[in-house]
């Protein structure tokens, strides 16, 4: 077919195939959700009905990108790893990461009242998108673990600062006072002294956020006659900054 004089405009677009051989790492993140967990009445320091909104919208997007082989999220952002030789749209960095957020976004909105049975989201909630890529299997963990790092010292730091408003009766500002300088050791302690918390007895998935990865689940054949393996998508709540993680799912880093 005859090309259209407009057709050089195409020209325009760039090449943005993601390297070869290398993760590839999808995250997003929210929008201004300080704003939008405050209007949403959020409970604090964490909502549970939220952040099991936000492992929902994941799994659904894992689900729809076979190649995504583990998904890590905490607060408000979510990572998707996609396998390192992934061709989904021939790995450009775009189209994967619009495909990601954009579905993401939907997901988060479409069973927002599965969670939230009470409410409407008041305006439609933004997520913002990036895709980065990580050559080494160790940059990868340590990507990982730089995550898990930043749930930990937030959700101690945060868990700290409410039990300081809400149980002690300061004010935000008297509570960021309090914390100033203080190092992890002394955040448990006043939570422990004062407000009788273990902060290591604290739920797991608030600790150490969310991994998703698929595993072989048996499942009861139909006619009841025994069982098939099947894959699912399952959460853990485990640390991934230490060898144990990795040692116990080490197919995650082998190229199949
Ligand atoms: P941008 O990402 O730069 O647009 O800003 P942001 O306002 O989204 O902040 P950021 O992504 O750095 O942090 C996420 C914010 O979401 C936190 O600071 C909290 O205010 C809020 N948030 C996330 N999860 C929860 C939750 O479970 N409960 C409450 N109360 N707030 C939450
Ligand atoms: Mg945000």
């Not at 090309?3 to 020209?11: A, M, Q, T």
């Not at 939008?36 to 964490?46: A, G, L, M, V």
């Not at 935000?172 to 100033?180: F, M």
Request: proline share 4%; hydrophobic share 35%; with cysteine.
């Amino acid at each position: 077919m005859a090309k259209s004089k407009f057709e050089y405009v195409r020209l325009f677009e760039t090449e943005d195939r993601c390297l070869p051989n290398s993760w590839i790492v999808v995250r997003v993140d929210g929008k201004g959700f300080h704003k939008f967990s405050t209007e949403h009445d959020y409970e604090k320091p964490n909502d549970m009905r939220a952040l099991s909104l936000m492992n929902k919208a994941a799994t659904s997007v894992m689900e729809e990108f076979k190649d995504i082989c583990l998904a890590y999220g905490q607060s408000d952002e979510y990572s998707f790893v996609f396998r390192k030789e992934t061709q989904v749209y021939s790995r450009r960095s775009a189209k994967l990461s619009t495909n990601v957020c954009s579905l993401f976004t939907s997901a988060f909105v479409y069973y927002w009242s599965e969670h939230f049975p009470s409410s409407k989201p008041l305006y439609p909630p933004v997520f913002d998108g990036r895709t980065v890529l990580y050559p080494s299997n160790q940059n990868i963990r340590d990507y990982l673990s730089w995550r898990q790092a930043d749930c930990h010292i937030n959700n101690l730091y945060n868990t700290t600062f409410w039990a300081l408003i809400l149980k002690a009766g300061l004010t935000p500002g008297e509570a960021e006072q309090k914390l100033k300088g203080t190092l992890s050791g002394d955040k448990n302690e006043i939570l422990f002294s004062q407000f009788s918390i273990n902060y290591n007895k604290e739920p797991e998935m608030l600790r150490k956020g969310t991994i998703l990865v698929r595993r072989k689940v048996p499942v009861v054949l139909p006619d009841g006659s025994g069982t098939r393996e099947k894959s699912q998508i399952v959460q853990l709540h485990t640390d991934v900054i230490g060898d144990e993680f990795w040692n116990e799912n080490n197919h995650l880093l082998t190229i199949s």
